[in-house]
Antibody
Framework: VQLLESGGGLVQPGGSLRLSCVAS????????INWVRQAPGKGLEWVSV????????FYADSVKGRFTISRDNWKNTALLHMKSLRAEDTAVYYC?????????????WGQGTLVIVSS | SYELIQPPSVSVALGQTARITCEGN??????VHWYQQKPGQAPELVMYRNTNRPSGMPERFSASNSGNTATLTISRAQAGDEADYYC?????????FGGGTDLTVL
């Protein structure tokens, strides 16, 4: 099982960035994909989740209206489109899989990609 | 919005039992998951749905959930158990993490 994030980097406040998560080693369409972030020296913050088919998506209030989660099951890829970025969005962003059950645990995490929002 | 409160730090003597709490309003009615994160690493699931251990997780790890408090218990604590521990629940289709607890093994 592998989740490989990419797309992080330095971006100016107000800018946009797209994170990618490429999955392997499991049936991608069977699982929900979460994005969870961790600001430097801080705790975990859940960001967003997309269901296995992509039909259902949910967001944390802190990113609602600015971030969009999507997936392409043919390419085993999940995306997180981020716009209107703020300094407080600076964090390591983890892609993480969870079963498509009610209140599932997050069973596997990628190694994360760092996003820095700064001028 | 739903909140989970954890103590910032817990210390335990080598070989003794550590207990990490996670407080939330009627958390006993929710499924609680626990994650371990060592420095520089991604989190790892250590307990799920209150009392279940993932395959390969030592039996030294256990958990309970009742009322307004969920508890992760680590028996016979080892130096390798030093890490940050996070509780997590789902509330109205959104994920919620506790603030995390830094476990020190003395």
């Amino acid at each position: 099982v592998q989740l490989l994030e990419s797309g992080g980097g330095l971006v100016q406040p107000g800018g946009s960035l797209r994170l990618s998560c490429v999955a392997s080693g499991f049936t991608f369409s069977n699982d929900a994909i979460n994005w969870v972030r961790q600001a430097p020296g801080k705790g975990l913050e859940w960001v967003s989740v997309i269901g296995g088919s992509g039909a259902s998506t949910f967001y944390a209030d802190s990113v609602k209206g600015r971030f969009t989660i999507s997936r392409d099951n043919w390419k085993n890829t999940a995306l997180l489109h981020m716009k209107s970025l703020r300094a407080e969005d600076t964090a390591v962003y983890y892609c993480a899989r969870a079963p498509t059950t009610v209140t599932p645990p997050i069973v596997y995490w990628g190694q994360g990609t760092l996003v820095i929002v700064s001028s | 919005s739903y909140e989970l409160i954890q103590p910032p730090s817990v210390s335990v003597a080598l070989g003794q039992t550590a207990r990490i709490t996670c407080e939330g309003n009627n958390i006993g009615k929710k499924d609680v998951h626990w994650y371990q994160q060592k420095p520089g690493q991604a989190p790892e699931l250590v307990m799920y749905r209150n009392t279940n251990r993932p395959s390969g997780m030592p039996e030294r790890f256990s958990a309970s959930n009742s009322g307004n408090t969920a508890t992760l218990t680590i028996s016979r604590a080892q130096a390798g158990d030093e890490a940050d521990y996070y509780c997590q629940v789902w509330d109205s289709n959104t994920g919620v993490f506790g603030g995390g607890t830094d476990l020190t093994v003395l």
